[in-house]
């Protein structure tokens, strides 16, 4: 049985007027007063529940505790999201777009790290990191100042962008070539891929549910909910992001793990459910 369609917002808003400089298709406190977009906030669990997975197997697996790192930030941008979504304040739309660009940068990060082993002494890792804080630190007081979305979004972009090309070239790489064997390197591609592929696709959805909000909200109320809330394309934006940025995650820390260890020890298995998953082949030994 579905609940009143009715558009008739409640009137006490508990987090007080909006203050975001985005708002979304969804309807604001249309059935608490304590959640201003009870979708767009609560799809956020799957991001949560995605990364805690990953940490799950960073934990099992003994892997380098820089994983766990950016695990650990991919479940605060779910946290930060729904916080955002469920006040609809600037303060709280910061604690969802800075958290994006502090892991995507750090993931990033990890790529040109290519050194044997994971010894910080005799690597880049030290230099790399003390950029990714530059950066963000520079974008973080840059956005602040700024508050314009399409700023974030597109810096936002660009870091995909060049995690993309990175991650392709790495795969072309000669000295690489000698450390995974072809089955790797496609099972590396390929898993990288659908993982963007996926986001692409969850981007797009964003997009529709941007382009014809108006329509989807006739549909919306005509149809009623909870069915309705199937048709809340933010929503399906946090679904399919974060199973795309999961697989891409996989993907790339089998990658690394590949290339700055011994590729043997390392595959990319399935879970009881039949989600990708990394785990090591041999020893558990903690590798730091």
């Not at 009143?4 to 203050?19: A, D, E, K, M, R």
């Not at 006040?87 to 969802?96: G, K, M, P, S, Y």
């Not at 910080?120 to 990714?132: C, E, G, Q």
């Not at 979305?149 to 991650?167: D, E, N």
Request: net charge neutral.
């Amino acid at each position: 049985m579905a609940f009143s369609n009715t558009s008739i917002l409640i009137p006490t808003q508990f987090w007080g007027p909006v203050t975001a400089t985005l708002d979304w298709c969804e309807a604001n406190y249309q059935f608490s007063s304590y959640v201003a977009e009870v979708a767009n906030a609560y799809s956020n669990v799957v991001t949560v529940g995605l990364a805690a997975y990953l940490a799950y197997q960073a934990y099992t697996e003994a892997l380098p505790r820089r994983y766990l790192a950016g695990y650990t930030g991919f479940a605060l941008v779910g946290i930060g999201s729904f916080i955002f979504h469920a006040t609809l304040t600037f303060e709280a739309q910061l604690a969802d777009e800075l958290p994006m660009i502090y892991v995507a940068s750090f993931c990033c990060g990890f790529l040109f790290d290519t050194g044997r082993g994971f010894s910080v002494r005799d690597s880049n890792a030290v230099p790399l990191f003390a950029f990714v804080i530059c950066f963000n630190v520079l974008f973080t007081w840059s956005y602040y100042l700024s508050r314009n979305p399409i700023y974030h979004q597109v810096v936002f972009a660009c870091i995909l962008l060049v995690t993309a090309i990175r991650t392709m070239i790495l795969l072309r790489d000669e000295e690489v070539t000698r450390r995974l064997p072809p089955a790797s390197k496609t099972l590396v591609a390929r898993t990288f891929t659908v993982g963007a592929a996926t986001f692409a696709f969850g981007f797009f959805v964003w997009n529709l549910d941007n382009i014809f909000c108006e329509t989807l909200t006739g549909w919306k109320r005509d149809i009623g909910w909870p069915v309705a809330f199937l048709m809340e394309g933010h929503s399906w934006w946090h679904v399919l992001t974060a199973a795309g940025t999961y697989l891409m995650l996989v993907g790339n820390t089998y990658f690394t793990l590949c290339i700055k260890l011994d590729h043997r020890d390392f595959a990319i298995t399935r879970s009881f459910l039949g989600v990708p998953r990394v785990s090591r082949l041999a020893n558990k030994g903690k590798t730091q």
